[in-house]
């Protein structure tokens, strides 16, 4: 586990480990259904799971994956010495899951009228990772 400290006594980078098998399971095309089944804790299956969704229609399902993207993310953020606050870097591959379920998480969260729930999503998302923020624009 690899972590980064500013000089300005902020709290370090997390950086969620690979879980290759997973990601290249993804990678070739693989169902996320079936990848998220085999790796439940892997959060970049459950975000496709949820992108998927929201672009059928189906916010309810959307939200209901996000969510579980992004609690399986936060279990492995605190597993990697995360406090509840700090940066979650966009540009280390495996924090994208995560992000991207935050993300989704606030979009499909908006869409069933948690405005309050979209807003606190979105917040995290840019406290944790601006880049994440910008790159996942809609």
Not at 108 to 122: H, K, L, P, Q, V
Request: glycine letters at 10%; a negative charge; aromatic letters at 8%.
């Amino acid at each position: 586990m690899e972590l980064h400290q500013n000089l300005l006594g902020e709290p370090p980078e997390t950086r969620l480990p690979d879980t290759p098998e997973a990601r290249e399971a993804l990678t070739a095309g693989t169902d996320p259904a079936e990848v998220a089944a085999r790796y439940p804790a892997y959060s970049a299956a459950w975000a496709q799971l949820a992108e998927r969704a929201f672009e059928a229609g189906d916010s309810v399902a959307a939200y209901a994956y996000a969510r579980t993207g992004y609690h399986r993310g936060l279990d492995q953020l605190r597993g990697s010495g995360w406090k509840g606050h700090g940066p979650v870097p966009w540009e280390h591959e495996p924090n994208q899951g995560f992000l991207r379920s935050l993300h989704m998480l606030g979009v499909a969260a908006g869409a069933i009228g948690e405005a309050d729930e979209a807003e606190r999503c979105s917040t995290f998302l840019r406290d944790s990772s601006p880049a994440a923020a910008k790159a996942l624009q809609t």
